[in-house]
């Protein structure tokens, strides 16, 4: 096969806010070869990566994305890899590049799926794909008596996990972090695994995080997730030294080497990979591989889609030890809907993947069209970019 | 002061070629506060990080960068810290974020700079300017006989260094590398230093870097610099650990967490900065400082204007014993002509910091207007970006 286009479609709610919901937009990408057509999906400020997808070249190693994409022969999986090595090489002081990627990897790997007949965790080799356990993520309400509210409500819908992220946890006060972990703790019920996410508002402040270890040891919290940046190894590493909670982070990762930075020097019990960051599928199975080597528990990071959601299960869906899963609740419609099929729990509380070729989930054309962004980038009178014909259903 | 405007230029050559030759465009960066004007430099993709400006908001951590920048007050430079890190925490999800940031702080330094009427390396806090011994920094050639020219060229001009990176070097044989590599230093004769830069040729790939070191030995390089991608520490320290010639990286890297991790596991002797890239002259600065801590010699990575050679030189000129620098002598000419004033090599052969205010650079407007791109972008109807009035003279 030879790809014969590389689209990128930009949809979001008509408000966009700033709560930290990454739910609100979304950038679908769909790549056609040889009679077939896979899709994925870049987690990412999608006006920006659909510039660095077409800008101008700026010099060899600063090339727009799609010159190393388009045109390309496409077989095989060592083809996806060759051609993603050539995109990083090519536009390597593009910043934007590993984000951009991850979309069109992640298509290339849906394509290859569906030309195969196969499910992508099974061209990855897995033989089969474990179901997960998902705890349900959400945002920390702006009260404790709303995080209560949302802890009961994801009780009353079974799940057996949940994370509370963000919103006002660790910008006031100790007690009043104290007082959301509680009250999260107490509408999850005692049983619940509590998982608790700090949204990286410590930066790389050890003492400032410290502070709230008690608090989230009397909650028995089963993991503390990004106190700090990605790259912040250091304070990662100074604060599990005097944590009996465990510590996960990583999704701020946008390639295989710090991914392997935080794993071998941080002191994580849990990596936290978004295939839709880290260059896509491939990186990321590398990734878990490497994780289960070293004794860390590999989880996707997920906050969108159910695109993406399967994208980011296909690299642990063989790793029978690496049982949690993260599992968006609150989506907006544009990410809800985006999907025809849905992941949705089965009886027993578990997600299964489909055993449908490649990601296995069709895109709902209602939806793209419905949120649609009408972008347009022009340079010298050339258009470089306008928004692409949505396919009819 | 308020910061009232935040303008992007983006400057290129009529044909950018594929060569590796980071000066074939520009995004100049204008900053206006309290009746001031500030100048900086992004080392980047320019329309990709226009979009990073001005794109819509995705959520709470994923805003374009100038909803962190306008508005602001700034008096001090502890203000240009504050304003950094609010970028980096309100656009945390936009990978282009650090690149972007970068000539928004550099010329905030500028204008604060301008506002004192002090250099920045004073503001700094370095009681002098050292002055730098610069390394003529050129592509190979296409043949070890073209390189041999351009060395002889370098050594009629008295430069006491040189450095000779991309082109054909790595991509052939070790044979053909190690032609190359003497070709130069026949060029260069026997008392000059020699550079080598491989530009990330091998990635990741040890062995066929190792292959390399013999010609290099021979030759007495000072450096072989960037035989990988910035984040493949193990693949440096182990390049390292067989290798009588010192190695040099860093370029790459675009926040102070990468430096140091660099700094800390790579088996630098050299550690390479750019200010355009890794967020500014106060990350940069920080770096320096760091480096110097712990023995490895902080070198600015610069291959563009002068304007960005001012910049990235700040950060080290205090520093005495960091005496060698990167300048680019073969620039095109939009890079070349985007200041008034030059930083040219003294009758010693050394390059000096001016002690004018801020970066001490004027932009030379002609210039500008020669080589400006129109560029528009727009979303839903409304006009997000479009290429701003260039100021008169």
Chains 1, 2 share one sequence.
Not at 15 to 36: C, F, I, K, P, Y
Request: net charge negative; aromatic share 8%.
């Amino acid at each position: 096969m030879q790809i014969e286009a590389v689209d990128f479609f930009y949809v979001k709610m008509p408000d966009v806010t700033t709560e930290g919901d990454g739910s609100q937009d979304a950038l679908l990408v769909r790549v056609a070869a040889g009679g077939h057509v896979g899709w994925g999906e870049c987690e990412a400020a999608p006006l920006v990566s659909i510039a660095s997808l077409v800008c101008p070249r700026s010099h060899g190693a600063c090339q727009p994305v799609i010159a190393s994409v388009l045109g390309q022969t496409f077989d095989t999986a060592a083809d996806i890899a060759r051609i993603a090595r050539l995109v990083k090489r090519n536009s390597l002081d593009l910043l934007q590049t590993d984000h951009t990627l991850s979309g069109i990897e992640i298509a290339l790997w849906d394509l290859l799926g569906k030309r195969r007949q196969e499910p992508v965790w099974r061209l990855l080799g897995f033989d089969r794909a474990y179901a997960k356990k998902p705890y349900a993520s959400v945002l920390f309400g702006d009260t404790p008596e709303e995080t209560l509210e949302k802890a009961r409500g994801i009780r009353a819908r079974n799940f057996q996990a949940a994370k509370f992220g963000w919103g006002p946890y660790g910008t006031g006060s100790v007690d009043a972090d104290r007082d959301q972990v509680h009250a999260a703790r107490e509408g999850l019920g005692p049983d619940g695994i509590l998982l608790i996410d700090a949204g990286t508002v410590w930066e790389d402040d050890v003492p400032t995080a410290a502070a709230r270890l008690p608090a989230l040891a009397e909650a028995r919290a089963a993991w503390l997730e990004e106190p700090f940046v990605s790259g912040a190894i250091e304070a990662y590493a100074a604060l599990a030294r005097q944590s009996t909670v465990r510590l996960a982070g990583g999704e701020g990762c946008h390639d295989v080497h710090m991914a392997r930075h935080m794993i071998d020097g941080a002191g994580l019990g849990f990596v936290q990979i978004d295939t839709g960051r880290i260059g896509g599928i491939g990186p990321a199975f590398e990734v878990a591989r490497y994780a289960a080597a070293k004794g860390v528990t590999f989880v996707n990071h997920t906050f969108t889609s159910n695109l993406a959601l399967s994208a980011s299960l296909q690299p642990f869906a063989g790793l029978a030890g690496h049982e949690i899963c993260e599992y968006p609740i609150e989506t907006k419609p544009v990410a809800r809907d985006l999907t025809v099929e849905r992941l949705v729990p089965d009886a027993d509380g578990m997600i299964r993947l489909p055993d449908r070729p490649g990601l296995g989930m069709a895109i709902d054309f209602e939806t793209v069209r419905r949120y649609l962004v009408d972008a347009r980038i022009e340079v010298d009178g050339a258009t470089l970019y306008e928004t692409p014909p949505v396919p009819a259903d």
